[in-house]
């Protein structure tokens, strides 16, 4: 059991590598990144979310949504806004350019996924999701 876990192991890596570098390659002409989507997106269905809402929701350390942000900020599609009640906080917005590029991305991620899962039965995908879920519970004990 334990080459088949290895072999899975390295079929996950494989598979990790894989979707980074397509992801970039799709996303490169548009001045965003692998990771910047789903940030978008989050950005744009909870528009003045707080940045520290943020770095829990994408799973990430502070410095690298603040890292992400700023490379979204230079590029003039967020902003940034202190929180009027709790000047610790900081907000962020889309700006109008912001709510098109988070459109565009919103429908990368759908295509992406599609073709993703272009092969797969439901039950597979219902599979895939239960063992996933599985390894996540084994690391977070």
């Known amino acids: 059991m334990d080459n088949e876990i290895r072999q899975l192991v390295e079929s996950f890596h494989e598979f990790m590598k894989s979707f980074h570098q397509k992801s970039y390659h799709k996303l490169k002409d548009k001045q965003i990144y692998p990771g910047q989507p789903k940030l978008l997106s989050l950005i744009n269905d909870n ?14 350390k502070p410095a690298t949504i603040t890292g992400m942000l700023a490379k979204l900020e230079a590029n003039g599609y967020v902003y940034r806004k202190v929180d009027e009640s709790d000047k610790r906080m ?39 999701r239960h063992l996933i879920n599985k390894m996540v519970n084994n690391l977070k004990k």
Do not use: W
């Open 90 to 128: 900081m907000r962020v917005y889309l700006t109008p350019e912001g709510h098109n590029l988070a459109d565009e991305a919103r429908i990368f991620i759908d295509e992406f996924t599609r073709e993703l899962f272009s092969d797969f039965s439901e039950d597979e995908v219902l599979t895939m």
């Open 47 to 60: 528009e003045g979310i707080p940045q520290k809402e943020l770095t829990k929701k994408m799973c990430v």
